[in-house]
């Protein structure tokens, strides 16, 4: 979570605060430094006085961090990416972008820096360019990035609306390079393989958010009106769950699996947490019983209403090669799979695109679909705050931190439902002078 202004409740000091990929630890950027903090039991493990911090993210509970500054002198550059250990209390490397980086993901075999207009993927054992994308305008950074390292996908909105959708019925009159988003699509890369996996039909509306859980076998998706959440299975994209949020529009400030994705979690920008019950089926994916619509529409009652050290930079770097579009379309109309030919260069996706993939993507389907409400929700003691959640790992709790810098912990009863019990709350802010490393 980047920080919050406007008409958000938050602490002046904080600019940034996330959990890690396990819902371990938090990271916490700030006007000084930034500090890690260990979630249960609650305590700071680590801190540091190095000048405002604007992203920092985790490799799950490692000392690898990911910085980038918020350009207040000129050595806290917004386009410049520090990877540093924080148990040697050392740089690993740098790089620099030609735009302000808006978002950082990391797994254990990528790690994927988002800009306005671009993501770049690298190889984290060795910092190497592996491939660049261009986006459609992007100033959210809305993009997740699978914690697995076997299905190590990568999703973002579609630069163009899939031709078989629903809702478009002709292809946008310019690219996507000068045209804004225009509908709900997701496109899921394989961070592997580099190349184009699916694009799925999430939404009328455009996304506002994507994420995926644990495994990289479930994605969920919100639009940017947030009454309904959808999950799909992957690479499939089988849509196998709906949920309604509420009946008026909200901005969906985060989504979340549990670790064994039964539980989804949804904040917003209401004082309501939302908690989603899924079903579990074989294959270590959330079913629906059998209720799975492949390529289905969406209903009538759509929310309408270790790394090596070294200094790189990008325009330097080796290009990678790299599986664009043309490869994942080569590959259906060959063989029906996914796979295709590996091109050199990223492209632009224009008018040729919507005619070329709307003979391979599935037709529409009505789907009488009947949204669940939540199986449990909490309600945060402030009103007007920005807040991300996350589901415990060992214990029935909902973890929720603000833009105030707060952490709440509330019990979650898993038989019954209903409101989630506070327990615990703690200030995230304090003294980033330097703590006891993390170790690997």
Known sequence: MSAARGGIKSNPDLLAVNFNQDHTCISTGTRRGYTITNCDPFGKVYGKSDGATSIVEMLFCTSLVALVGAGDRPSSSTRRLQIVNT?????????????????????????????????????????????????????????????????????????????????????PAAPPSTSPQSAGDVLLFDAVSLSVTNIIQAHKSPIAFIALNASGTLLATASDKGTVIRVFTLPNGDRVHEFRRGSYPAKIYSISFNA???????????????????????????????????????????????????????????????????????????????????????????????????????????????????????????????????????????????????????AIDLENGGECVLQKSYSLLGDESNGSPMGD
Not at 143 to 171: F, H, I, K, Q, V
Not at 348 to 360: D, K, P, Q
């Open 87 to 171: 148990k040697r209390q050392s740089t690993i490397c740098e790089l620099t972008f030609p735009t302000t980086i808006l978002a950082v993901k990391l797994n254990r075999r990528r790690l994927v820096v988002v800009l306005e207009e671009r993501i770049y993927v690298y190889d984290i054992s060795n910092m190497k360019l592996l491939h660049e994308i261009e986006t459609s305008p992007n100033p959210q950074a809305i993009c997740a990035l699978s914690p697995s390292s076997e299905n190590s996908y990568l999703a973002y909105p579609s630069p163009l609306p899939s031709p078989s959708t629903p809702y478009t019925s002709t292809p």
């Open 260 to 410: 064994t994705s039964t539980l989804l979690c949804v904040s917003s920008d209401t004082e309501t947490v939302h908690i989603f019950k899924l079903a579990k089926s074989g294959g270590g994916a959330a079913g629906a019983k059998g209720r799975s619509i492949r390529g289905t529409s969406v209903s009538d009652f759509d929310d309408e209403g270790g790394v090596s050290g070294g200094r790189y930079n990008t325009r330097e770097a080796t290009e990678g090669q790299v599986g664009g579009y043309e490869a994942f379309i080569d590959g259906k109309k060959n063989d029906g799979g996914v796979g295709g030919s590996i091109r050199r260069k990223s492209i632009h996706i224009g008018r040729g695109l919507a005619g070329s993939v709307g003979g391979f993507l599935p037709g529409a389907v009505t789907g009488l679909w009947d949204p669940q409400r939540d199986f449990a929700f909490l309600k945060l003691p402030t009103a007007g705050v920005k807040s991300v959640v996350a589901l415990s790992s060992t214990t029935p709790q909902v973890m929720v931190i603000t833009s105030e810098g707060l952490f709440y912990s509330y």
